[in-house]
């Protein structure tokens, strides 16, 4: 189990790396294919929406064929291709095109050590070794801060993805060759998501897993960089380094959460308690928009450190998931979590674009990092009326 967790939590590195590069890209992209902000919104939203629409199935092939198999085979074809597709670019549709591969690419990864976890591994001890894949996992994310500014003016942005598209191909393989399937759940019992849809004890926790990724996520992902560039004039290398200073904060974020559950003997009140803090901290930078840079990427770093509840939000869920639909059940949390952000990825650009036309650039980003806020506050309070899963 440990090799095979190992693999796919370094494979995931470049999960994250493909959800969140786009954020250092902005100015050259617009200059060499004209991609504006809207443009890169609409495509980062479907990089999430394609992640989010792959689930069912993989959830279903991770139950059949098991997370060597599935995870392989998709991160060669969508991965490796997709990264490929955009280092040859020309417009947008090219790029909409390239992260709609990459994310249907990149979702069997993490839900493949999930499974693995969740079929193998201590109940008790499922947040901590979540959110340390993840954590570790989100190395990647560091990558596409600074390291990949300096790449894309060292060696220019489509050198940069053709190389990536080659170490996603040769993470494909090494998946494929060394990671081994777990044995298959006891009894050979079938089941369906709809199994999973009328359990009421997950009800109240879909909402929150909808919108909990979604301030950290989108921020980090896209919107910091436009933002520092647009109301501050920062350039591609000090975009890099903002990035980097969010991307260490939700890190260090999900390796505080990992143990809390634990800790304090419940997975709700950790939740609520984070994503609340992400909420209060969403609407202060919509608040503060264009008053001090230092301000701002000091609260865009508080978004990603109280908003990486993601790990413990399966963890609850997985509490309540039979044995038979391991699979099903993490891909289904991770339905709602990354679609949330897809969806609401998309929402922002159509925010941004029209709040910019009519008041300018900090009246937009004031716009948007309040919508965030408020989808945060909204899905707390429906989660209150959840219930912490049974020890």
């Not at 992640?51 to 995870?71: E, K, M, V």
């Not at 520092?228 to 920062?234: A, K, N």
């Not at 200073?245 to 800790?263: E, H, K, Q």
């Not at 609850?316 to 059940?329: C, I, M, Q, S, T």
Request: a positive charge.
């Amino acid at each position: 189990m440990r090799a095979g967790l190992i693999l796919l939590c370094l494979a995931y590195v470049l999960s994250q790396f493909y959800r969140a590069f786009l954020a250092v890209l902005g100015a050259v992209l617009a200059r060499d294919i004209g991609t504006g902000p809207e443009d890169l919104a609409f495509a980062s939203g479907l990089w999430f929406l394609a992640f989010a629409g792959a689930q069912l199935p993989i959830g279903w092939a991770l139950d059949r064929f098991g997370p060597r198999r599935t995870s392989a085979i998709m991160l060669l074809i969508g991965g490796a291709g997709g990264a490929l597709v955009f280092g040859f670019a020309q417009g947008a549709a090219h790029v909409n095109l390239a992260m709609l591969m990459i994310g249907a690419g990149c979702a069997p990864v993490l839900v493949s050590a999930y499974f693995i976890l969740a079929r193998q591994g201590s109940p008790a001890q499922f947040a901590t070794m979540a959110a340390l894949l993840l954590a570790i996992g989100s190395l990647g994310n560091l990558g596409a801060s600074w390291p990949m500014a300096w790449a894309v003016e060292a060696i220019g942005w489509r050198a940069s993805m053709i190389g990536l598209a080659a170490i996603t191909a040769l993470a494909a393989m090494v998946l494929l060759i060394f990671v081994r399937d777990p044995e298959a759940a006891p009894g050979g019992r079938r089941g369906s998501v709809m199994d999973l849809l009328k359990m009421r004890a997950l009800w109240p926790i879909f909402p929150m897993m909808f919108v909990c990724y979604a301030p950290v996520a989108a921020i980090r992902g896209l919107w910091i960089g436009p933002y520092l560039s647009d109301v501050f004039g920062l350039g591609t290398a000090q975009l890099g380094q903002a990035s980097l200073v969010m991307g260490i904060a939700m890190i260090g974020g999900t390796l505080i959460y990992g143990p809390l559950d634990r800790i304090f003997g419940t997975h709700k009140w950790v939740i609520f308690s984070g994503n609340m803090a992400c909420a209060a901290a969403s609407l202060a930078l919509a608040m503060v928009v264009g008053h001090s840079v230092g301000l701002g990427i000091a609260l865009c770093a508080a978004i990603g450190l109280f908003g990486s509840t993601f790990p413990v939000m399966i963890a609850h869920a997985r509490g309540f998931f039979p044995a038979h639909l391991a699979g099903r059940g993490v891909t289904l949390m991770n339905l709602f979590g990354i679609g949330g952000v897809g969806l609401m990825q998309l929402g922002s650009g159509v925010i941004h674009a029209r709040v910019a036309a009519s008041s300018g650039d900090v009246a937009s980003y004031a716009a948007l990092f309040a919508f965030f806020g408020i989808a945060a506050l909204a899905g707390s309070l429906v989660y209150l009326f959840s219930r912490d899963a049974p020890r």
